[in-house]
């Protein structure tokens, strides 16, 4: 299996695991148009879809590629900003050049924060994608430009069209984010198991040897930060224009990256599933604990108790995760399967 | 330059060192948990609030202030204790990166049940220290902040005499220098750790009543983990003295910037003065000034 896999430039694609996909991008289309109420698309999925787009890009960089990135949240904002500012500055440019455009700038833009990542490892890394995120924010709040001199640096989503048809409604969005993150998803999927995407996987596991074997790692990790910024900015998009319809600067605060890699850690590292399965996870827990804190405890247990049990239980999951399970929802949900798969046959 | 605008500069100069010495404090418990387990703990914030909240709390129920001070130890003490035992135990053996995100968690852990336990609101701490600043050859000087100085220097010296002169510090440097060969030789990992983080512990409740009592004691203060974190990285991540020195280069350069350079950019550089610094001087030192040169260069 290993030498076939050195040998051919792709590794063999099992079509048989695309059954799942096939059968969800069905019902993406085919039954939540159809049947989801306007409350379930605006608070669960269009905030699913985003984050889990997000949680994609940060688990090519962190799961895959093995640079801890806390700024995504940076780059979100970076694609939300240059979408609103491409849309608003140049006329009649269409929603995915617009799209594009953002993902490029973001990419730029964490291009030049994964610099410090060809000298530092690490922590020290960690510790310098920080950097991005106080800097990006201070940026878009200080200066009126980017959000066209609103006095609180908020923008606010414009009208979306493609080829003439307005996705303004809950449904029109739906489709636009579901859409973007299936597209921008199968990319990945094809990357990941690329010549470049077995690259990025020699470099987290060992540098060293990756060098030896003659991988370009400089060239690697750059590639891996431009490529996970673009799709950590297409995320911001859909975040800015899809689902919140408006945000300001510190909507993308340092509690937004932690929330993504907390999504990664809880799906599972390295993983695609991982990424969509721990959005879910994050977007349902607090409705879940909400409902339940209020069941069990009744009129005590208000926001300001809801929000701290909340902080608790997050973090209290991620050190179980981290011990208990380190390949997260992703692992779990294969063993359920081949629990599942054992019993029937 | 006139001498005024030159003794203006002294002053800031000065002021900026004096909080650089309260970066460093924060610094401080960071590089003893580094030092001996090469785990970055990101909860070090949330332990410096957990105190302050403890302390001021007690304090407030009208418990006297010795009192409150013995109680919020021996609560930093368990707190140490548990976190050794429900998270790092499990965790011995794996990456320093698995570490670091299982004290991500542990941060959100500690605020939230330090809010839960103790309440949300801003809670004021008067430590009965005067802050009238006092004039020395033309230039203003807290004296809070000289104070704060002072306690910041006797902890270090008092910590360098308890690594260097007593049997558990003699431990704790044989497990920072090597774990495998400290176990070797019978040490007692576990209770090492344990022991350290309760260390942690107490320089967490001294510079949270410090800070708490600059700031007043509420979420915020557990913010400061982001101000401690490039002096940690400018400095090195396992050197007291380097987490003294960068505390004092960011504390110095970050007022002389927001006076000298702000005003050309808007003003609030300060949230990300202090990582635009500590980057530059990576990209020359790539293990900060003081650290030990184990990072493998690309």
Request: with cysteine; proline share 3%.
């Amino acid at each position: 299996m290993a030498v076939q896999a050195l040998d051919a430039a792709r590794l063999p694609i099992h079509w048989q695991k695309l059954a799942l996909p096939a059968a969800l991008i069905a019902v993406a289309y085919g039954l939540i148009p159809a049947y989801a109420s306007s409350y379930l698309v605006e608070a669960i999925l269009l905030p699913f879809l985003a984050l889990s787009l997000a949680a994609v890009g940060l688990n090519l960089l962190t799961g895959y590629c093995g640079q801890l990135s806390l700024g995504s949240s940076a780059f979100m904002a970076v694609g939300a900003f240059a979408a609103y500012n491409f849309n608003l500055r140049v006329e009649g440019l269409p929603l995915a050049a617009t799209m594009i455009l953002a993902g490029i700038s973001a990419a730029g833009i964490g291009v030049v924060f994964g610099l410090p990542s060809l000298r530092l490892r690490g922590f020290y890394l960690a510790v310098s994608t920080l950097a991005a995120q106080f800097f990006v924010q201070w940026a878009l709040t200080k200066f009126g430009w980017f959000s066209n001199d609103n006095p609180s640096g908020v923008i606010s989503a414009p009208h979306l069209t493609v080829a003439g048809f307005s996705l303004d409604s809950a449904s029109g969005r739906y489709l636009l984010s579901v859409t973007t993150v299936i597209g921008l998803t199968a990319v990945v999927w094809r990357l990941v198991n690329s010549a470049t995407g077995r690259n990025f996987i020699a470099v987290r596991d060992n540098e060293t040897a990756a060098r030896v074997i003659g991988v370009p790692v400089l060239r690697t990790k750059l590639l891996a930060f431009a490529i996970s910024s673009f799709i950590i900015g297409v995320a911001g998009v859909l975040w800015a224009f899809t689902y919140l319809r408006t945000v300001e600067p510190a909507g993308f605060n340092l509690d937004r990256s932690f929330q993504i890699l907390f999504i990664i850690i809880i799906g599972g590292l390295a993983s695609i599933r991982g990424a969509f399965l721990g959005a879910a996870f994050i977007v349902v827990f607090p409705l879940f604990l909400s409902r339940l804190g209020a069941f069990v405890f009744g009129g005590l247990f208000d926001s300001g108790v809801l929000d701290m049990s909340q902080r608790i239980v997050l973090g209290a999951l991620i050190i179980i995760f981290l011990i208990a399970e380190p390949n997260g929802l992703s692992a779990l949900f294969d063993r359920l399967r081949r629990r599942i798969g054992s019993r029937s046959s | 330059m006139s001498y005024y605008d030159f003794l203006f500069a002294i002053e800031v100069l000065v002021g900026g060192l004096l909080s650089g010495v309260m970066y460093s404090l924060v610094a401080i418990g960071f590089v003893l948990i580094y030092k001996t387990s090469g785990v970055l703990n990101f909860a070090q914030g949330s332990m410096v609030l957990f105190a302050a909240l403890t302390f001021v709390s007690l304090v407030e129920r009208g418990i006297p202030f010795a009192l409150s001070l013995l109680i919020t130890f021996a609560v930093m003490v368990a707190l140490g204790f548990t976190i050794e035992r429900t998270v790092l135990r499990p965790l011995v053996n794996r990456s320093p990166m698995t570490l670091f995100m299982a004290t991500l968690g542990l941060s959100y852990i500690i605020e939230g049940a330090a809010q839960l336990a103790w309440g949300t609101q801003v809670h004021g701490l008067d430590l009965g220290i005067d802050d009238t600043p006092f004039e020395v050859g033309g230039i203003l000087i807290s004296s809070f902040d000289l104070l704060a100085a002072g306690i910041a220097a006797a902890m270090v010296a008092g910590l360098s005499a308890f690594f260097y002169w007593t049997r558990i510090g003699l431990a704790f440097r044989a497990v920072a220098d090597d774990q495998f060969a400290a176990l070797a030789v019978g040490l007692r990992l576990t209770r090492i750790w344990g022991t350290v983080w309760t260390a942690a512990g107490f320089v967490a409740l001294v510079a949270g009543l410090l800070w708490g009592a600059r700031l007043g004691v509420q979420f915020s203060l557990s913010l400061i983990v982001l101000k401690a974190l490039p002096v940690l990285v400018l400095g090195g991540f396992d050197s007291i003295l380097g987490a003294i020195v960068g505390g004092l280069i960011v504390g110095a350069s970050e007022k002389l910037a927001e006076v000298y350079l702000g005003p050309f950019v808007g003003g609030g550089i300060e949230g990300w003065f202090a990582y635009a610094l500590a980057l530059v001087v990576l990209l020359v030192r790539p293990s900060g000034l003081f650290g030990q040169k184990t990072i493998e260069r690309v």
